[in-house]
T-cell receptor, first 113, second 116 residues
């Protein structure tokens, strides 16, 4: 089955700096890679996703890159703000109907002002 | 994005009682919903996949007779924790895929269950 590794487990940055979180996956059949942001006591919120037919996707300060050959994908947050502080999870799936997402263990991002 | 709601948001129950948690997709139909469990400072652990009109598929190690799942319509799935014990205390989260062919999965706000 699919296995998703996520690094680092914690990340502290200064406001305005960039933050990068990396994930690797094991199943070459995986073709959908979303990123979720979870604030304390809340459900995960989908912030960006990428499919295997593209290498990069950007949405304002957030971008995701995918390297299918190396089986890894990364989340990039630029110009970080204190409200970016949260736990971020990467996930992977093969996109088939009824297939659940496999999550990484999460990264706790702290942005200090 | 699509909206998924859960009810209740938190519940406290006594050992031996049963608790039902509802998961609703508010603005889309969801053939498949998923139930996750999350312990503090840990990742989401998939418990079961809920398919509308059929039996749920449980992950290894999850007791299907303890965690009853019913997906009676395209917008509602329920999780019933039967004969609850303190070790069942956790954060339960559901998610739903937005329509056929849609890849995106949207999560509910979660339900905090405390068993005393």
């Amino acid at each position: 089955g699919e296995n998703v590794e996520q690094h680092p487990s914690t990340l502290s940055v200064q406001e305005g700096d960039s933050a990068v979180i990396k994930c690797t996956y094991s199943d070459s059949a995986s073709n959908y890679f979303p990123w979720y942001k979870q604030e304390l006591g809340k459900g995960p919120q989908l912030i960006i996703d990428i499919r295997s037919n593209v290498g990069e996707k950007k949405d304002q300060r957030i971008a995701v890159t995918l390297n299918k050959t190396a089986k890894h994908f990364s989340l990039h947050i630029t110009e970080t703000q204190p409200e970016d502080s949260a736990v971020y999870f990467c996930a992977a799936s093969n996109g088939q109907a009824g297939t659940a997402l496999i999550f990484g263990k999460g990264t706790t991002l702290s942005v200090s002002s | 994005g699509a909206v998924v709601s859960q009810h209740p948001s938190w519940v406290i129950c006594k050992s031996g009682t049963s608790v039902k948690i509802e998961c609703r997709s508010l603005d889309f139909q969801a053939t498949t919903m998923f139930w996750y469990r999350q312990f503090p400072k840990q990742s989401l652990m998939l418990m079961a996949t809920s398919n509308e009109g059929s039996k749920a598929t449980y992950e290894q190690g999850v007791e299907k007779d303890k965690f009853l799942i019913n997906h009676a319509s395209l917008t509602l799935s329920t999780l019933t924790v039967t004969s609850a014990h303190p070790e069942d205390s956790s954060f339960y989260i559901c998610s739903a895929r937005a329509g056929q062919g849609g890849y995106e999965q949207y999560f509910g706000p979660g339900t905090r269950l405390t068993v005393t």
